[in-house]
Every structure is written in C-alpha cells, then in structure tokens.
C-alpha cells in the first residue's frame, strides 16, 4: 500500500464531493444573490431518505431516484415558500431564512429519521482497483467520474448555454432580467431545483461509503461554501476548488497528520481569500 | 440621544433582571443563568459592532472569545500570576485581533467570511494539536474562578455588560454612526467622502474583538472548562443567529439575542425531543415575519417616534453659525483642474488615450461623448478610485495623481449617476456625512448648522429630516449634488445629473450649478443632455472611445462635423 | 424594559406550576444528556435506559411509597450549557446527578459538585478523584485499552494498528496506548483520524504494516462507520478492533454491507450476557434486554447497558440509603457496598471507578450476535 497513492485517490473523492456541493452553492447564490445555508441539508434529505428506503427493501432504482427527487423538492420548497416572496429583502436577511431552515428541516429530520446514522448498500459492487499502491472501491470510480460529470456539464451548461446566461443575468440584476424577457421566478427555480439534485446526487453517491445522519447537513454546507468562496464563487472555478480543497486535506493529512490538518489547511485557505481579492479595492455595492 | 442616558437605562434593567433571577420569580431565570448569559451578551456586543453596524460577515468571533481564555490558562501552567495574566491575556488577543484585522478587513463580503471562518478554525485545530498546552480535546481547566461565589459572579456580570453596553452606546453615535452605516452600504461612496474605510474597518474589527476577548474571558473563567469547539465555527454561527434573532444593528440586540436564546434552552428542555424542531420553527419564524429580530419588531416605532422629537429638538437647538471654512478662499489659483496626457489602459482596451484639459475656478465644464466613451473612467481618475496608466492630474497646481481617494475629499467633491446616498439615513444626516469627514474638529452641532446651511442654499432643507428612503430619485439626485459641495470644495464632479430629472428639477439643478460656480468651484459636468449641459457650461470636452476629439467653446465643438458624427452616426 | 417584562410574565405564567411540590415528594434524579448535538446518540441512549427505569419502577410502586421523578436537561455536549444543567438539576431538587454526557462537559460539571450531590457517570474517559462526589461506573479507558493488550498478548500480537479521532475520547485513548501498550509489549501505529472525515483509507494505508497483527479503532463517533468501510476496501484480513460505543445494532446496521473479515469489539461482559459467570447478573442483564425491547422496540447495546448502570446506581442509593439527601452518607454507601448492575460495581475510598478490565470482554460480531472472540489467528 502506497500511502500517497491513496491520499490522492481518498483527495479526489472527497474533493468530487466538495465540487458538487460547490456548484450548488454558486448556482443558487448567482439566482438569488444568496448564499444557501440550507444546501447541505438537501444531502442529508437524499441520503437518508435512500437508507431508509433501502431499508425497507426497495431496489436500488427506486429509492437512489426517490432520493434525489427529494433533495430537488426539498430546495425547489425553499426557494418558492421561503425565498420568492421575499425577493426584496436584503440579502443578509435572506441568508438567515435560509440557515433557520437548516435548522428546522434539522428538527425534522431528527424526528422523523432518528438520532442514528445510517448507509445503505453500494450500487457498485466488486472488488476494488488497484493502482499503483492504492485502493479504489467501483463506488469511489463512481462517485469522481459521476461527480465531475455533472459538475462539469452544469459549469458549461451555465457558462455557454442561452439558459444559462440568463441564470446568471437573473441575480446580477433581476429587473433588467425579466425586461429583458426572462421568467425569473422560473429561473430561480430551475437553478435550485439543480442544486438540489447535485445535493442529492453527491449523497447517493457517497454515503454508501460512510454514513448519514440527520446533522450531515451543516458539515457538507460548510465544505460546499469554503469551495464555493474559495473559486471565488465563479462557476468556473468551482470544481477546481473543491477538488483542490479535498486533495489538500488528503495530503496534509499523509504527511503532517489529522492534527494538523485544520490549522496548515485553513491558514492556507486564508492566504487564498487574501490572495483572490489582492486586486479589489472596495468591497461592499462600490461600483464605479 | 445623549451620551450616558442609553448607558443607564440599560444598567437600571439589567439590575432588574438580576433583581429578579436572585429571588427566584421567573421560571428559568436564576443568578446562574444571568451570570451564564451576561458574559456571551458582552462578546455579542463586538460581534454586534462588527457585524450588525458595519456589516462585515465575519464568522470567527468565537475564536476570539476562547483565544484569551486558553492564553491565560496557558501563562498559568507557566507559572505567570492570575493577575498578570488576564489583562496579559487581553492584551494579546487585541493585537492579533489589530493584526488579523488588516489581513482580514482588505477581503471584500464573501471572502472575509471565508477568512474569517478560517480563522476559527485554524484556532480549533491548533487548541486540538497542543494538548499538552491547550488541554486540547479534552479541554482546558480553569480552577481559579471557583473561588468566587455567584454573588461575586453576578455581580461581575451586571458590571462588565452594563460597562460594555454602555461604552458602546457612547462610541456607537453621531459621526461615527453615519460613517460606519456609510460604509457598510457603499464603501467607494464612503471613500470619496473622505472616509479611510480600510482603517476605520480594522478599528471596528479590533474593537469588536476586544469586546468578544473579554466577554470570552469572563464566560470561561466562570464555566471552568474550555474545550476547543468553542473556539469554532458552529459557536460563531450560532452567535450569529443569536445575534440576529435579538436585533443586528440595535444596541439592544445582543442582551435581547442573548437572554431569549438562553432563556428558550432552559424553557425547552421540556420539550424532549421536539427541541430542534421548536428551535428551528421559532427562529424561522422570527426571521420571517421579524427581519430585525425582536428589537427591530419593538424598537423601531419607539425611535420613529423618538427620532421626529429629537428632530424638532434638534431643529430648534442651532449652535450659532460656525465659520464655514471655504476651500476655495484664500490664494486665487485660476487654473483649478489639469489633466495631462491621462490614459487609462484595462489589459488590451485603452480607456483613455491622452486626454488633456484643464478647467479654471469657477467655471462650469463639460464632457460629452456616447457611452462606453470614458467620462465616468475619467472621472474615476480624478476622484482617485482609478490610477491612469499614464499621465498627470494636477488640482490648484498640486500633483495629485497618486492621492488615494479619501484624502482628495476635501478638495473634491463627487455626485453619482446613481445618487449613493444611506437609505436608512436622513437626508440631514446623509449631507453630515461629508461634513463630518471635511470639518472632523468642528462639534456635531456645528456640523449639522453647515449641513442644514448647505441644504438650505439649494432649497432642499424641507427634506432635512426624512429619511432618504422616503425621498424621490430626482430629490435624491439633488441632495447628492448638494452633498457634493458641502465645504466648498475647490472642484466639485457631478456624474450625469440632469438624468431622472423632470423639468422643474432641472432648472434648479441649473441654478444650483450657478451658484457653485459663483463661490468659485470648478465644476466638470459628464451628462448626454446636451440642451441642458448647453445652459449651464461654457466649454467642454468630447470624447470618443477614449479619444479626445474636440474641446473649446461648446457651442463651437458641438457644430463640428466630427462631434455630429459621433453622436448621430449614420443619420448625418 | 417592555420585552423583558412581557416575557417574564409569560414564563412566570406558563412554568410558575412545575415548582409546586407534589403531594408526597417524588424522588427527583436529574440526568445530563446531550439530546442534540454531534453526541446524540451517546446521551440518547443513556438517557432512554434510565427512563425505562423510571417507567418500570414507578409502575411497581416506587421506592418505599415515593415515586421517582427523572429530570432530564439537555447540555448538547457544551461544558457552558452543562454547567447551566447542573445548577438547574440541583435548584429542582436532585437528590443525585447523573451525567451521560462527554467529558469537556463532565469535567466541567464535576467541580459544581464538590459538596455534593453525589454525580454518577458512566464515561470510561473520566476518572475522578477519591475524595470527590463523583463515581465513574465503567472501567476506565486504561482499563478497556488493557483488556485488548491481554487479549492481543494471549493471541501473541505484538504489532498493532491504532485509529484515534481527533475528539477527547480519541485523545484519551491515546494517552491510554501510551500508558499500557509499551509497558505490555506491544508495538503500535498510531494516526489520528479528523472528526470529518470521509474515509480513513490514507490512515489506515499508513499504519497497517504488513507485520501489523490486528487494527483498533478508538474513534466511537458516527465516523467510525468510514473507518470500517475504508478498511473493507482496503481488502485488510486483520481483525479490526472497534470501540466500546460501536458494539450496538445501529452501528452494525451501518456496516452491514461492508462487514470486514473479523469485526471485534471491547465491551462489557454484559453485552452477551452468556458471558457472566454471576446467575443474578445474568438475569437482571437478560430481564433489563427483554422488558426494554418490549417497551422501546429497541434492541440493547453497549450505550445502553452504560445507562442501566446509572439506573442502578440510583436504584441501590434510593432503596438502601436512609437520607439520601445526604450526600457524605450516599458517598461512604457507595463507597462502602458492591453495587448489583449489569456487573457489579466496586467503589472504594481510593478508586472511584466501578470496574476493572477483569469487566471486560473482547466480543465478536459473529452470526448476528456479539460472542466472546476467538484469539487473532
């Protein structure tokens, strides 16, 4: 065994999933203008719902789909109930729905879904690739092929299809959007209702290899975001984020320990925040 | 409001409450809990100032709490006296808090979260790696404030958040709460009226620290243990919620924040299982139907109240008329504004190609030219938001090319297209703004006879005590115009001010143009009006993609062929 | 002032009723439980096995007439909100604390205590001292750390992998390994492994050493379950050791589809009760798992059979101790009487922890059933 071999495989797992969760984020925050605080919890409604169901003997093509209509309803409700009537506060506000319904969807996960973790079986089973020294479960193929892929294809959606230009106007300025002629009400939905997918994507892909339990939410929140503000919320950057992110911790982890994990990556986070907005002068509305 | 009067109303309720939890009255509320809660309010104070006032996401403020706590308990397995140690302790995490500051303030909204969340845990994952200093996982033991009895605590408790309340309440108004809103709703606005946003930003962040450093030693000294998710991210964001649920902004907020939250855990610990959910039901709801929190729900109509009799007060209380310093007094240079063979180049595009000109004391100038041809790069130049790539700008003879934005504001004066006015803010206190970075030494009520002077001149001190939310676009145009030249600035730039305007507004923007340059401003208009740009300025500059194309006299330069092709194209 | 005041009359209002003493006085035992937090489970668990106590006891009568009143206060594994609870619990009346949480909180917790009432937790990471008000009812951690290190002594394992979180537990797990391990004879890897962990491939890549005999895995939190599907992938034959907290049916039900070739676990004799050499044990331990199954539909785990220790400890103090208001005389009872629970308790004036590693068993996950496990092969 080749422990750096492995920590690049274990690296680009996780950083799969930190891209996923990234792009959710950017997506939703280039509609809204909002960061989602809720996002992870559409994880944890994906990955749970598919255990429970799994464990009521469901076949995998039932409950993985279910699993992932869930997430999608799970932020198409948020959006429509909680965020559209309120389109005019300010945006601090609006973060802060979104994070009370973090914690309420918490509540009800908890009481509904019980205290315990759960996982449910691998969809791709067999014996493990060996390369090069380490390890790589059929899941884990998966889960970065997969992953990226559908990071990949909502990047370029966003970056180059009419639709996905118009996703973009919406938050940039949503008065002009809709003079302009698009439904921004639809719109909204659409990019959360795919942020909700990836959501729930990124749980039936993952959590066959760990577990899920009603409070998974706000740790995947947390990582999506560090990703997400680490590309500086650019859609383009993004994947590279979370992948740079995951294979940051893997290796730090190799060679210096899960100790120091934390600190050496964050102070390195902290030094990217610094470098990206070297050139900015002004924060706040300042435009010139 | 005065300075002290906040201070003791909220000393006087806090006993109350103290009062109250001693003898035992309310369900849930006991000496302990008020000791408990005391300490989280006073560092929810800094957070308050940091976030709530000037609106920076910083999501770290618990590390800040903890860090003295294990600094102090560090210097005691050293062998360092407790009393040496705790104002030690204090003392350092204030200068990494001035030091992180700087790092840290410069990070525009999402990423000063980012940082700051980094922050957090970079101080976690180090209390972890360090057992043998931190205590580590396991946490930190502080034995020495058993010692006191909860009387003693208590009474700590009321002091430090009565002191803490307080002394923010007298930092926390006038000047200082006009330029920290300023900032936190537009900073390049704020700049050039002469606020030096990243120092004042630094400060708050360093003050509102301090706050959270001694709220965060009291807290753990009293607690007795610290374990190193209290230095995390998910107590930071709770501090946030809580903060938000008391009110961000309102001096009330974190000892309103505070006490519900804690006074709902105790409550709900009779909820079982169902606590989550309550929680989470409750917040969202308050979020929902409350944005302000609680404070915002009762304290608004108090001070909406409140601020229309302090406004009659204060219109009837005028300090007699200060001596208005003029700018533009003194040695008559002619020659105000020059620009030589200014360029501006953004990677491959050339903004502006060699432009030059130069505009005399008291005379109204004008640049025209179709859009996306530079006016307002240029204009960006000479306010100082923009370097030019070449070239020089040179005001009164002085060479003021490299002068940051905010230290030109006294020279200069700046409308926008779009006024950049604080909505939340009165019109009054909005045209204050500049007066208080341009006559820093002159009292609040000297300042507010030369604002309401200012407004008076241009006719619009009706509109004095509104607030600029209440105020339509062309009124709003007019109050930035006239905000502009509070103190006479020697040059003042109105950026397309005819635009929005209806017709009687225009000609009082004509004659406020006319007075202007009577006291002797030089005024460079950008505006496409070109029938009221006629009116008001005697010679101007077009520009062509950044190319200057013709200058003079403008009747003269809008009768020549090339100007008419630029503006009409293939129509002529 | 209007908010406050509104807001003190309601809570006044609504609550003022739950302080009126009952007609004859129930015992009231308070119990600190994290119900919400990242140790959910840990204090949900406990905390439903004393419950069960209340429910089955007062249903009988009480005790001596009185009915017993178990006050339940959340501290969500923060030491600040459990010093909150402590206080809250003895201005309600307890006549004895117990304490399912984690240690940052229970050590925070313990000083709040140092005239009594007597605290009872079942943590094996905290030891407290002689002469306090606090009894610990599990064997220490050095104590579960030595029954692996006989164990893996008896198999002749001299080489061992070793997981540890980031958490307290992980750390005193550590101290525990630095403490028996070198001192048996026994060589170990060590890397600790982060609370967020998505797999534990890279730790285990690391430590697992072709001359390394058998893996343990201290981390107890909801990770544990990537540690042993990272292991599973790795396609590692050695048996791997997990800890006192995963021996449950919820943490097998994790697993179950990435079961490695030998699944161990340190835990109490009582988990297969078959194991106890003491008939009464035998039966209070298989009547406890029968009546909480009925009651809960739950089966019993290792969390659990901790929190039946608190109950019993209570139990034996209510029943036994003339005044147990008196918390010197509840002390020295204890201190001074074998306390019947799921294993007997030893208290003495010199060690305020009930069992020994003698208590302890390393168990096998074989068949569906945890049995005592055969030596490493």
Not at chain 1, 124 to 143: C, D, E, K, S, W
Not at chain 1, 274 to 284: A, H, L, M
């Amino acid at each position: 065994m080749n422990p750096l071999t492995q920590s690049l495989i274990s690296g680009t797992m996780s950083g799969a999933v930190y891209a996923l969760l990234a792009i959710g984020i950017v997506l939703a925050f280039h509609t809204s203008r909002v960061v989602n605080l809720a996002h992870g919890e559409s994880f944890a409604i994906g990955g749970l719902v598919a255990a429970v169901l799994a464990d009521a003997g469901m076949p995998v093509y039932v409950y993985a789909p279910a699993a992932i209509c869930a997430s999608i309803l799970f932020l198409l409700t948020v959006e429509r109930f909680l965020l559209r009537p309120r389109r005019t506060w300010p945006v601090g506000s609006l973060i802060l729905v979104t994070l009370a319904a973090a914690f309420l969807t918490r509540g009800v996960l908890q009481l509904t879904m019980g205290v315990d973790p759960l996982s449910f079986p691998r969809m791709f089973v067999g014996a493990p690739f060996r390369i090069a020294g380490g390890v790589l479960p059929p899941q884990g193929l998966v889960l970065i092929v997969v992953g990226l892929a559908a990071a990949v294809a909502v990047t370029l959606f966003l970056l180059f299809t009419p639709l996905g230009h118009k996703l973009r106007a919406v938050a940039e300025n949503p008065d002009t959007a809709e003079l302009l002629g698009v439904n921004v009400d639809r719109a909204r939905s659409l990019a959360f209702g795919i942020a909700g997918g990836l959501g729930g994507l990124s749980a039936v892909l993952l959590v066959p290899l760990v577990s899920v339990d009603y409070q998974a939410g706000l740790g995947m929140t947390l990582r999506g975001f560090i990703a997400a503000a680490l590309g500086g919320m650019a859609p383009s950057m993004a994947i590279l984020a979370g992948l740079a992110l995951g294979l940051s911790e893997a290796l730090v982890t190799n060679y210096a320990g899960a100790l120091a994990q934390d600190p050496i990556v964050f102070l390195a986070l902290i030094g990217v925040a610094v470098w990206q907005s070297r050139k900015i002068v002004f924060g706040g509305t300042g435009r010139a | 409001m005065s300075k002290v009067l906040p201070g003791i109303i909220v000393t006087i309720i806090l006993g109350i409450l103290l009062f109250l939890a001693w003898e035992g009255w309310i369900a849930g509320l006991t000496p302990s809990t008020f000791c408990a809660t005391a300490f989280p309010a006073l560092a929810l104070i800094g957070l308050n100032l940091i976030f709530g006032v000037v609106g920076m996401l910083a999501f770290g403020q618990a590390a800040f709490m903890a860090l003295p706590a294990y600094f102090a308990g560090i210097m005691d397995r050293m062998g360092v006296p407790l009393l040496l140690a705790l104002p030690l302790a204090l003392v350092l995490v204030v200068l990494l808090a001035r030091f992180m500051a700087e790092i840290l303030v410069r990070l525009p909204g999402v990423y000063l979260a980012v940082g700051t969340l980094g922050f957090g845990m970079v101080v976690e994952g180090l209390a972890r790696a360090f057992p043998a200093w931190t205590g580590g996982a396991s946490g930190l033991v502080f034995e020495h404030g058993r010692d006191l009895g909860t009387a003693a605590w208590c009474l700590i408790a009321l002091i430090a958040l009565s002191l803490g309340i307080a002394s923010y309440a007298w930092y926390v108004r006038g000047a200082v709460w006009r330029r920290l809103r300023a900032i936190r709703h537009d900073e390049l606005a704020a700049s050039v009226l002469g606020i030096d946003v990243h120092r004042e930003k630094a400060k708050i962040f360093t003050i509102g620290s301090a706050y959270s450093a001694v709220g965060g030693l009291l807290l753990f000294y009293y607690v007795g243990v610290l374990i190193p998710e209290d230095a995390g991210v998910v107590r930071s964001l709770e501090q946030i919620g809580t903060l938000l649920l008391g009110g961000a902004g309102f001096l009330a907020g974190p000892i309103i924040g505070a006490f519900l939250i804690d006074w709902f855990f105790v409550i709900s610990g009779y909820a079982a299982r169902y606590e989550l959910l309550i929680y989470g039901a409750t917040f969202l709801g308050v979020v929902m139907y409350a944005p302000q929190g609680v404070s915002g729900l009762l304290i608004r109509p108090w001070q909406r109240l409140l601020g229309k009799q302090s406004a009659t007060a204060e219109a009837t209380e005028q300090a007699p008329r200060a001596p208005i310093a003029s700018m533009s007094d003194g040695d008559d240079v002619s020659s105000c504004l020059v620009l030589r063979d200014v360029s501006q180049a953004f990677g491959g595009v050339h903004a502006l190609s060699n432009v030059s000109f130069e505009v005399k004391s008291g005379e109204v100038f004008s640049l025209v030219g179709p859009n996306g041809a530079g006016k307002t790069t240029l204009f960006n130049i000479v306010s100082g938001i923009l370097r030019p790539t070449s070239g020089r700008v040179l005001l009164r003879g002085v060479d003021i090319t490299g002068l940051p934005v905010n230290r030109r504001a006294a020279l200069i004066g700046r409308s926008f297209q779009t006024p950049r006015l604080v909505p939340e803010l009165s019109v009054l206190a909005n045209v204050m703004l500049r007066a208080d970075q341009i006559f820093p030494r002159l009292s609040e009520a000297e300042r507010r006879t030369i604002a309401l002077d200012q407004l008076k001149i241009f006719a619009l001190e009706g509109l004095s005590y509104q607030t600029v939310g209440e105020v339509g676009l062309g009124q709003r145009k007019l109050i930035d115009i006239a905000r502009a030249a509070v103190g006479h600035p020697p040059l003042v730039l109105l950026d397309e001010p005819a635009v929005g305007l209806a017709d009687g507004e225009l000609s009082h923007l004509s004659q406020m143009i006319g007075k202007l340059s009577a006291q002797g401003c030089a005024v460079v208009i950008v505006e496409h009006n070109i029938e009221f740009v006629s009116n008001v300025a005697s010679r101007g500059l077009v520009l062509d993609s950044g190319k200057p194309i013709a200058q003079g006299a403008l009747r003269d330069i809008m009768a020549q062929a090339t100007v008419k092709a630029v503006y009409f194209g293939a129509l002529s | 002032m209007k908010i406050t005041k509104f807001f003190a009359l309601a809570a006044f209002a609504a609550f003022s009723s739950s302080s009126v003493a009952q007609a004859a006085d129930p015992f009231v035992v308070g119990i600190i439980a994290p119900t919400t937090g990242p140790l959910t489970t840990v204090g949900v668990r406990q905390l439903s096995a004393v419950q069960w106590w209340e429910k089955t006891t007062n249903a009988a009568g009480g005790i001596a007439g009185r009915q017993i009143q178990v006050v339940h206060c959340n501290d969500e594994g923060s030491p600040e909100k459990s010093v909150a609870c402590v206080r809250d619990l003895i201005a309600k009346g307890s006549v004895i604390l117990l304490n399912a949480s984690v240690t940052g909180p229970i050590r925070a917790a313990m000083p709040l205590v140092q005239n009594g009432p007597v605290m009872v937790t079942p943590s094996p990471n905290v030891v407290p001292s002689a002469n306090s008000y606090v009894f610990q009812t599990s064997p220490s951690d050095v104590d579960l750390t030595m029954a692996i290190a006989i164990y893996l002594k008896a198999s002749k394992v001299d080489h061992l992998a070793m997981l540890a979180a980031t958490d307290a537990s992980g750390e005193v797990g550590v101290a525990s390994a630095a403490t028996v391990f070198p001192a048996q004879g026994i060589k170990y890897e060590l890397a600790r492994i982060d609370l967020r962990a998505n797999d534990a491939s890279i730790q285990l890549a690391n430590t697992v050493k072709p001359e390394v005999k058998a893996v343990y895995s201290n981390y107890s939190g909801g990770g544990a379950a990537a540690v042993v599907k990272s292991y599973s992938n790795l396609g590692l034959t050695q048996p791997l050791i997990v800890s006192y907290a995963n021996v449950s049916d919820a943490f097998i039900n994790v697993i179950k589809n990435d079961m490695p070739k030998r699944l161990l676990g340190s835990g109490l004799k009582a988990v297969a009760p078959q194991m106890l050499d003491d008939a009464s044990r035998r039966k209070h331990v298989e009547d406890f798992m029968a009546s909480y199954k009925e009651m809960t539909k739950d089966n019993v785990d290792m969390l659990t059979l901790l929190g039946l220790t608190l109950a019993d400890t209570a139990d034996a103090v209510l029943k036994n101790v003339k005044n147990p208001s008196d918390p010197a005389a509840v002390r020295t009872y204890l201190e001074t009487t074998p306390i019947p629970s799921v294993q007997m308790l030893h208290w003495s004036k010199d060690r305020h922890v009930g069992m020994t590693a003698d208590d302890i068993s390393i168990l096998e996950y074989k068949s569906g059933k945890w049995v005592k496990a055969d030596p490493v092969q």
